[in-house]
């Protein structure tokens, strides 16, 4: 379904995302600026206009002659002070989904007589001011990497408040985690039982450990970020039985302390659905574990991957809505199978902290393309930026959709079928596949891509040499650099010559 005085197909649905499809260029005239081509029917014209409140932060606000402005700054004051590209966080959003989160899953379960510890993914973007804002609003901590484990710990989050992941945690790793006292090693295969009982054995502590569990869902917004199927590396098969052997071996080393179990099924999943099924698939392994041993584990993890929407119109995952379906699952699952509720952990890393974000870049070069279409020849509006692949990997990767608006100006009603690419050496460096843009968007006009703040910076890379972007978090009108811009110098220092 297309908007009114929108033309072409909307986007085809690909397992919980929207990709863009070529689609004429017949629009003409008058189409409001930022709107990709997948907006459906019923979508507000002001919401239209790049400020669906879905895809901007609560803090996103057009000012009286139109430039975009966060939690109280300016967007051309904040590109004059920091420079371009930049990755813009609004802080108060960032804590009120955190928030959000905790409380429609505290609510939930509580229904059902049990509590909730929400742990947040730092994988999706960490820094130790983040960490420390997530701790604040009760939210514990989730590190995939010693170096996620540091950040954390720098941040004052107690080591209780962190668990540890990994598929291939090093030794290293693993012995930091101990001394950190972290609350919980998410453990990942069963030579990984022996390491870690080992290496609590040579600190004289028992190490809490939960076992991550394969449930053989498939599910998540791309093959690559799908992580219960049987085919890929994480965790331990269900089905295959490696998941209750590996919970044997746990129990087998008495310097380790068996929490409970873990699953991960993907991420940006739209649909509860997959959620309900490890819940079931987890449960039912808990209650053979209790039939064959007496052992009753206190605690099971649904992980993380809420989705969100990166394109006006979508509709991303409601907590509220997840939090009580699970609830209602967990609580007839457990009574059918005469077990106990155990506390609940979930780990959610996009949905607090992806739509806090956007990236403001510089319009470089604009060019006029002539581009062979299914219905006949249309012109799109390749726009440069002043960054691209290496701050956001999503679209090149995954084929991940963004929106984009010119954010230093008013929105066009003026607006042309435009493509947003970066400055690298490759074609498919493209950051907005399909959008429509101001037609007269000019160099040096601001841009400005909402929902990157998650896998965004923590995904960014140096190619081409190009320094990553800094991460500013604006509250109340002041803007604090919280990663700062990397340097060429920081670059060659790395270069021994
Ligand atoms: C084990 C684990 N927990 C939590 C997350 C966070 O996922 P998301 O950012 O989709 O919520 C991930 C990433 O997919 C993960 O691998
Ligand atoms: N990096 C992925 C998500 C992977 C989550 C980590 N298990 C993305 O950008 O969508």
């Known amino acids: 379904m297309t908007r009114a005085g929108q033309t072409g197909p909307a986007g085809t649905d690909v397992a919980g995302g929207t990709v863009g499809t070529d689609v004429p260029d017949a629009a003409g005239p008058h189409v409001t600026e930022g709107v990709s081509v997948s907006v459906p029917d019923g979508v507000a014209p002001g919401q239209a206009a790049g400020l669906d409140p879905q895809v901007w932060s609560s803090g996103v606000t057009r000012g009286p002659d139109g430039a975009l402005r966060v939690a109280g700054a300016d967007v051309r004051d904040i590109a004059r002070e920091h420079g371009t590209p930049a990755y813009v966080l609004d802080e108060a959003d960032f804590r009120r989904r955190a928030r959000t989160y905790r409380e429609a899953f505290t609510r939930a379960f509580a229904t059902i007589g049990t509590g909730v510890d929400v742990y947040y993914a730092g994988k999706a973007f960490l820094s130790v001011a983040v960490a420390r804002w997530a701790h604040e609003e009760g939210l514990r901590v989730d590190t995939a990497t010693g170096g996620e484990l540091a950040v954390a710990l720098r941040a004052g989050v107690p080591g209780a408040d962190i668990g540890l992941h990994g ?66 590396k994480f965790g331990l098969s269900v089905a295959g039985g490696q998941a209750l052997e590996a919970l044997h071996a746990v129990l087998a080393r008495p310097e380790l302390e068996l929490l409970g179990l873990h699953s991960h ?50 509709t991303p995952v409601d907590p509220v809505e997840v939090a009580g379906r699970l609830a209602a699952t967990v609580g007839a699952v457990c009574t059918e199978l005469g077990t106990p509720v155990p506390r609940i952990s979930i780990e959610p890393g996009r949905a607090i902290v992806g739509p806090t974000t956007f990236t403001l870049y510089t319009v470089g070069t604009v060019k006029p393309v002539t581009v062979e279409g299914d219905d006949g020849a249309f012109t799109r509006t390749y726009v440069s930026v002043d960054g691209g692949m290496s701050d956001n990997l999503r679209p090149a990767l995954y084929g991940a959709q963004y929106t984009a608006t010119v954010a230093s100006r008013a929105a066009a009603t003026d607006t042309a079928r435009s493509r947003v690419v970066g400055k690298h050496c490759e074609s498919g460096d493209i950051v907005v596949h399909d959008v429509r843009l101001a037609a007269d968007v000019r160099p040096g006009d601001l841009l400005a891509v909402p929902v990157t703040g998650a896998y965004g910076r923590s995904m960014a890379s140096n190619y081409n040499h190009v320094p990553r972007p800094p991460v500013l978090a604006v509250t109340d009108g002041v803007v604090r650099v919280l990663v700062r811009r990397e340097t060429e110098d920081d670059l060659l220092a790395l270069d021994l010559g």
């Open 167 to 232: 598929n291939n945690k090093s030794d290293a790793e693993i012995a930091r985690a101990l001394d950190a006292g972290v609350g919980r090693l998410i453990v990942d295969s069963l030579a990984e039982v022996d390491r870690v009982a080992d290496a609590a054995a040579r600190t004289g502590r028992r190490a809490p450990v939960m076992v991550r569990v394969t449930t053989g869902i498939h599910a998540g917004g791309h093959e690559y970020i799908s992580t219960a199927h049987e085919d890929q």
């Open 265 to 314: 099924i993907g991420s940006q999943i739209l649909d509860a659905a997959g959620f309900e099924e490890a819940a079931r698939t987890l449960l039912r392994l808990r209650a053979d574990l209790h039939e064959g041993t007496g052992y009753l584990l206190g605690e099971v993890d649904l992980g993380g991957g809420y989705g969100v929407a990166y394109l006006p119109g979508e």
